[in-house]
């Protein structure tokens, strides 16, 4: 069984940075990838960014290129999300996923595992 804890969310104002972290527990860890979705209020769940989990390829969504960047350290079986210059419509829940097969990267119903959400607020 795997389970995943988001970490790091919270309020800031439009320019600053924040670090989510997501830990993964589970006897036998080795996903095919991880990766970042968010979601606001009425909105459809989108893609962030992902990266594989053996070659650290990382996937971007257009909104957040250049800002954001996805890491991960596979010894301590977690993955990172750097966000800097934060927008006001960056303000959702965002959520950590992983999956196991090797399609499907920048979509949501292709994950195996999701976090409990970690709420980020940013204010103007």
């Known amino acids: 069984q795997v389970q995943l804890v988001e970490s790091g969310g919270g309020l800031v104002q439009a320019g600053d940075s924040l670090r989510l972290s997501c830990a993964a527990s589970?006897?036998?860890?080795?996903?095919?990838?991880m990766g970042w979705f968010r979601q606001a209020p009425g909105k459809e769940r989108e893609f962030v960014a992902t990266?594989?989990?053996?070659?650290?390829?990382?996937y971007y969504a257009d909104s957040v290129k250049g800002r954001f960047t996805i890491s991960r350290d596979r010894a301590k079986n977690t993955v990172y999300l750097q966000m800097n210059s934060l927008k006001p419509e960056d303000t959702a829940v965002y959520y950590c996923?992983?999956?196991?097969?090797?399609?499907?990267?920048?979509?949501?119903?292709?994950?195996?595992?999701w976090g409990q959400g970690t709420q980020v607020t940013v204010s103007s």
């Open positions: 990266i594989t989990w053996s070659g650290g390829n990382t």
């Open positions: 996923a992983a999956k196991s097969a090797d399609y499907g990267l920048t979509m949501s119903a292709s994950y195996n595992y």
């Open positions: 589970g006897r036998t860890f080795s996903p095919y990838a």
